[in-house]
């Protein structure tokens, strides 16, 4: 029986398909291609090309493909753009979820593990950030994946459906193997901003905001490596496999740093100097975000690796510097 990523041509969905198919699981992507790269899907990996909000395509999915669970990557997930385009989150990652998941409980599928995000906690009450926390998004983005850990719920009581929410803190690096890395268009996050600058694409980084109630000034995150991330998913759809209940799990390191911890840090494993401009504070973000990631090393014996922003930032550094226009031809 084979595992369906939806999504896995994206950057947390690549890296994914690569653990699973490591670990000599049998691999379907799916993905629309519209922020995702073909380049990025693992060649033994069966790949099509289809939305999930197209149910006949779906639905042709399922009769082909024998699938014992689905993880689903498959979102728009930029904080800004949900603010100024909320109809196409909501169109996306709920329509989305909405059409998917009445596929798959017509073909009998019952097991999902889904991103979430730390932006389901909003300014939170206290750091570390518990997953029994208030939720109380501060952006459409993390109203919409609220949303889908809602639905879920509803479709587990009444068709028994089982799932896995990941709330991820902040997703980085790259492959170890410098086969696939991030390749966002346009590119909002911060380590891959900073590595712009020793890449040449840009002068300098901007730093929003340094009058935060941090010990520098600036805003403290929890950055947890992609492949830690894909490892997670994986032992989640296992737990599932193996008769587990529905559950939501924060994924991160459970360390904060500041974005100028951040920037010196590149600046060690890239030995460019990196200026930094200090700028207005970017509307929205929350002056820290820290997981407590207990959960997930409790119940599903999750163990980050990369516990280290230098060899983070390193694999990120290696794969930016090879592919500098990410998948796309230079
Ligand atoms: N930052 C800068 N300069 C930049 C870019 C970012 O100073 O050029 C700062 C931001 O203000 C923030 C930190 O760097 O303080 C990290 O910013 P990112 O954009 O890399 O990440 P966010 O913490 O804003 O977002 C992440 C995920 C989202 C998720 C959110 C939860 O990328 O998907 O955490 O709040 F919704």
């Known amino acids: 029986m084979a595992i369906l990523v939806l999504g896995g041509a994206g950057y947390i969905g690549s890296h994914t398909v690569y653990e699973l198919i490591d670990a000599g699981r049998d691999v379907v992507v799916a993905d629309n291609l519209q922020t995702g790269f073909r380049a990025a899907v693992h060649p033994k990996a069966r790949f099509y090309q289809l939305d999930i909000r197209d149910k006949g395509a779906l639905d042709t999915l399922f009769q082909a493909e024998?699938?014992?669970?689905?993880?689903?990557?498959?979102?728009?997930?930029?904080?800004?753009?949900?603010?100024?385009?909320?109809?196409?989150?909501?169109?996306n990652n709920l329509h989305?979820?909405?059409?998917?998941?009445?596929?798959?409980?017509?073909?009998?599928?019952?097991?999902?593990?889904?991103?979430?995000?730390?932006?389901?906690?909003?300014?939170?009450?206290?750091?570390?950030?518990?997953?029994?926390?208030?939720?109380?998004?501060?952006?459409?983005?993390?109203?919409?994946?609220?949303?889908?850990?809602?639905?879920?719920?509803?479709?587990?009581?009444?068709?028994?459906?089982?799932?896995?929410?990941?709330?991820?803190?902040?997703?980085?690096?790259?492959?170890?193997?410098?086969a696939i890395g991030e390749a966002h268009d346009p590119e909002t996050h911060l380590i891959p901003i900073i590595l712009q600058v020793p890449n040449g694409q840009r002068e300098a980084v901007s730093v929003f905001g340094d009058d935060y109630p941090?010990?520098?000034?600036?805003?403290?995150?929890?950055?947890?490596?992609?492949?830690?991330?894909?490892?997670?998913?994986?032992?989640?759809?296992?737990?599932?496999?193996?008769?587990?209940?529905?559950?939501?799990f924060n994924l991160g390191n459970g360390v904060g740093f500041s974005v100028k911890e951040v920037i010196d840090v590149a600046r060690e494993v890239t030995g460019h100097p990196i200026p930094a401009v200090i700028s207005p504070r970017r509307a929205g973000d929350p002056a820290q975000l820290i997981a407590s990631s207990q959960k997930a090393i409790d119940v599903l014996g999750w163990q980050p690796r990369y516990n280290d922003l230098n060899t983070i930032i390193a694999t990120a550094w290696a794969w930016h510097r090879s592919h500098p226009h990410g998948f796309e031809e230079g």
């Open 66 to 91: 024998d699938i014992e669970g689905v993880i689903h990557f498959a979102a728009s997930s930029q904080v800004g753009e949900s603010m100024s385009d909320p109809l196409k989150y909501y169109d």
């Open 96 to 178: 989305g979820t909405m059409v998917l998941l009445k596929s798959m409980v017509e073909h009998g599928v019952d097991k999902i593990v889904f991103s979430s995000t730390a932006a389901t906690y909003g300014e939170p009450e206290r750091v570390p950030i518990l997953e029994t926390d208030r939720t109380q998004p501060t952006n459409c983005y993390g109203e919409t994946k609220l949303s889908m850990e809602h639905m879920m719920s509803w479709v587990s009581r009444a068709h028994g459906l089982k799932y896995v929410a990941l709330r991820y803190f902040n997703a980085c690096g790259a492959h170890p193997s410098g």
């Open 214 to 248: 941090t010990a520098d000034g600036t805003c403290i995150r929890d950055y947890i490596h992609v492949t830690d991330l894909a490892q997670a998913h994986i032992l989640a759809l296992d737990y599932l496999l193996k008769g587990g209940e529905n559950n939501v």
